[in-house]
């Protein structure tokens, strides 16, 4: 790995607004963009709306020398948008003559509604297996259990909540500046548990009922409309 | 292992060019079927306009069971709950599964519910039907790199996808781009047994061997 002078945030949300990808990712990028990295963010949903906007899209990963993908895990992988996305990144640099010196690198950040951070495993082994198809060089995965915890808001608005994460990036924002990959104390840190497991599934379980009925929901959470 | 009577089967066909390997393994998968007497939801993806699944949860806490937006991402739910096996067909992208498929995929949610129970070691969704789902995935790769990085990454995705869906039988196949007829035929039977939709049978003859060489 090579000292990235640019730094591109991938956004694999597909939801319009705030998001937790996004509050990780962001936090990362402005960590980076402290120690003096140029930055850019592209959201990879509204990248895929129009021609010029993956174009776009495009040139801002051809410009990077550091790409950080931050996506929301969906049924044990990538969103479908995000995997489009890398289906045409990947085609397009397939077409490229291959570049001199080093690969740029390629760091995701996966966070799912579970507690546990291991169901992320699988779909960062796909984003290591992208960057090889890709001709990026691995830097690393970050996974983190509960990520909805986040609310969607910058991580410097809710440090205590988030501590282990924040340390996890700060950690890999040094080394990632630095031109070293995700160090595993960072992996370790992301991972770890902001709230016991049972407590979690307690709170998500009363929220659900919580926002049934601030739906205005007439069948209840286990209907069956299609028995 | 035995074949389950007969059942219905929905075909996710994720195929989003026209790969000959991918053909072949479709044309197998539906002959396999209709031999087993199954009757198959033959679904290709492609053709249909589904909006990437936005995570807003309507389908859980607004409507729940139905996705809120009025598109065919609507219909996964509705013709996944009445299958009783799922059929993955798709090229294996990064290891897992392309977008042409997992447009689909991302929409099953609705057949689970939002709760969140412990399951073993881990915390899953329970099932909001009683019917249960087998599931079989099959994926190529380039060839020369069946036993690949992504041909790996494939199976622990289709294994982590059994622990979600929690089907009685589940089963991971992946085929390099180059195969002949005979042995996408033999591979597509095996894993059809499986699942149960045929009997374990003996490889094709030789005849078919020769036509497919």
Redesign the interface.
Known sequence: MKTPQRALLLVG????GASASSSLGTYLLEELEKRGLQTETVGL?KALRAEEATEALHTAVAAADLVVLSF?L????????V??A??LI?ARRADLPAAAGDKPAFVAICQCG???A??NE??L???R??A??AGFAWAGGLGMGAGGMTGGRPLREIRGRMRAAVGALDLSAAELAAGRPLPDEAVRLMAKPAFP??A??LI??RG?RS??K??G?T????????? | MNAKETGAALLFDGRADDDPTLALIHEALVDGLAAGGWAVDDWRLRDEKIA???????C???????CVHEDAGRDV??RA??SDLFIYLTPV???????EL??A??H??PIL??????TG????HPQ??ERNHDLLAVGTVPAGLGSG??AR?FR??VQ??SL?LQPLRCTAGVLERDSGEWEVRVAVNAWLAEVGVVPAVAPPSLEMQEAGA
């Open positions: 949300s597909p939801k319009s949903v929301p969906y049924v044990d992988s990538l969103p479908a948008p995997i489009r890398l289906e990947a579970f507690p546990e291991e169901h699988v779909a082994e796909i984003c297996n992208f090889a198809a497991a049972f979690y599934r998500a379980n659900w926002d049934l601030k739906q929901a069948a209840p959470l286990d209907a069956r409309p299609f028995a | 990437w699944c936005s995570g807003c949860f309507g859980w806490v607004k409507t729940p069971g139905v739910a509705a709950a009445r992208t990064f290891g897992g599964y392309a977008a997992k447009k995929l991302d099953v949610i519910q939002p709760d969140l129970k412990k070691a881990d915390t899953r909001r039907y990085a992504e990454t622990r995705l982590r996808n979600n």
